[in-house]
């Protein structure tokens, strides 16, 4: 299947900095979507990019998708406590079954 | 999410007994998934269905199978448990955009 590398593993940060995380994938993409998960829920979507080149927001997140459609980025700009909570990317490839693959995560913790 | 309800949310069981794990949707949405994370892995498709009865394998299908008989049930059957397969279980629907709405989550653990 499709491979999805998602960077960084973890990220340990201070109130008020900024965040950078980002996904490569093996093979070109259609979809790139970033969702968030909190202790004992499910991942919840932020944002979703459907064209090469798009950058959209969402409040203080960002989310690129690569122009190069193997790739995309999600901005967290001035960080706060609740944006603790692992950040999974997701992309869906070219094949018109193709069906959704997911990173392995990045965990976000935010100290004071 | 309030439209996507899985039960139980947590159970335990041994080795080589039945599980099932319920998910209802009231969403009338056409696509359903089942899906489990463990560390490491992120999130692996089990399987999916593409409407009532309709259903299909994921990467990770082997020891698993399912049923939907209904557009707002899709159940995750391990006929015979094993420690593999404690993981936490999460359902998902879509409405066709392929963008998923993901309930809470079935903590299972296996002895």
């Known amino acids: 299947g499709q491979q999805l590398n998602q960077s960084p593993q973890s990220m340990f940060i201070q109130e008020g900095e900024d965040v950078s995380m980002n996904c490569t994938s093996s093979?070109?993409?259609?979809?790139w979507l970033w969702y968030k998960q909190e202790p004992g829920e499910g991942p919840v979507l932020l944002i979703a990019l459907y064209k090469a080149g798009e950058l959209t927001s969402n409040g203080r997140l960002t989310a690129q998708f690569g122009i190069t459609r193997k790739d995309s980025f999600l901005n967290i700009s001035a960080s706060i406590p609740s944006d603790v909570g692992i950040y999974f990317c997701?992309?869906?490839?070219?094949?018109?079954?193709?069906?959704?693959?997911f990173g392995t995560g990045t965990r976000l913790q935010v100290t004071l | 999410d309030a439209g996507i309800t899985q039960s139980p949310r947590h159970k335990v069981t041994e080795t080589g007994t039945p599980v099932t794990l319920r998910c209802h949707q009231t969403?009338?949405?056409?696509?359903m998934y089942w899906y489990r994370q463990d560390p490491g892995h992120g999130l692996r498709l089990i399987h999916y269905?593409?409407?009532?009865?309709?259903?299909d394998k994921g990467e990770v299908s082997d020891g698993y199978s399912v049923s939907r008989s209904k557009t707002e049930d899709f159940l995750l059957t391990l006929e015979s448990a094993t420690s593999s397969q404690t993981s936490v279980y999460f359902c998902?629907?879509?409405?066709?955009?392929?963008?998923?709405?993901f309930g809470a989550g079935s903590r299972l653990t296996v002895l």
């Open positions: 998902a629907t879509d409405s066709g955009a392929n963008v998923l709405t």
């Open positions: 969403e009338n949405h056409r696509y």
């Open positions: 997701a992309g869906q490839g070219t094949g018109t079954a193709s069906k959704l693959t």
């Open positions: 093979s070109i993409f259609n979809t």
């Open positions: 269905s593409y409407g009532v009865k309709d259903t």
